[in-house]
């Protein structure tokens, strides 16, 4: 099964980029994030004429996730338990081939410090929190998406210049491995622990052909999942397409 994440930044505006992927990779789940529209807005049709079921989380102009399988989903859940005033569309997650798949949009938390930057790590210990509950079931699960973490620094092009910043604050960090310490496996740094790649550019300042990336599109894998781990790797190609997102997406296989 081959699962892929892609922050698209507004998916009705990146329509013809991200369909015409999805023609060439053929992922058998794909989770989008930052989709920008709400759910009567979403191209689902697009989407289905590709043999995909679509459930999307929006949200108007900002935010919103989706959820595409070529195998309808045996059941499928929005929203991130621990906070129920919390109305930003985040989280989503479903059932493919016996494997619960959580797809997320985990919250930037600039500027620092500050109420946003608050939620960003409430937001983090409720995830935590729903993969104990996961892992207490023994079933194989995956957490994918736009983590908003850069998890090292080999992970940044600057370390230094972006140290205090939300996506790389030790309290972020430290965060991310209260997270992973459960006994989560990050996919592709497990498959690639010397390589130095990015999956997000910023429009500004020539990041994308200077390579000044970041790394902050991850899957999280449970022990019972781990262990079936085949390939985890960054598609580059959409980054360097016209109207790209600043974004671009990882695809993990597993047995």
């Given amino acids: 099964m081959r699962i892929a994440t892609w922050n698209v930044n507004s998916v009705k505006a990146r329509l013809p980029n991200v369909t015409g992927w ?95 930057y608050d939620y960003k790590l409430r937001w983090m210990e409720r995830l935590r929190q729903r993969a104990i509950a996961l892992l207490a079931t023994g079933a194989p699960f995956m957490m994918t998406g736009d983590f908003n973490i850069c998890p090292a620094d080999a992970d940044v092009y600057d370390p230094a210049g972006w140290a205090e910043d939300a996506l790389c604050a030790p309290d972020s960090r430290r965060a991310w491995r209260a997270l992973c310490n459960l006994g989560l496996t990050e996919a592709w740094r497990a498959l690639h622990p010397r390589e130095v790649e990015y999956s997000f550019w910023d429009y500004q300042a020539g990041a994308w052909p200077r390579n000044n990336g970041l790394r902050i599109d991850h899957f999280l894998l449970s022990p019972a999942l781990a262990d079936r781990l085949l390939s985890c790797e960054i598609d580059r190609g959409p980054r360097g397409q016209e109207k790209a997102s600043d974004h671009t997406p990882v695809i993990c296989e597993i047995a």
Wanted: hydrophobic share 25%; aromatic share 8%.
């Fill in 22 to 116: 999805l023609r060439e990779a053929k992922p058998d789940v794909c989770v989008l994030q930052e989709i920008k529209c709400q759910d009567p807005d979403f191209p689902r049709l697009e989407f289905e004429s590709l043999g995909y079921h679509v459930t999307s989380h929006g949200q108007k102009s900002y935010n919103g996730v989706a959820f595409l399988s070529l195998t309808k989903p045996d059941d499928v859940r929005i929203r991130l338990a621990g906070d129920d005033t919390d109305e930003q569309s985040r989280y989503i997650e479903g059932d493919v081939g016996g494997v619960t798949i959580c797809g997320l949009y985990l919250p930037n938390g600039n500027p620092r410090p500050g109420e946003k």
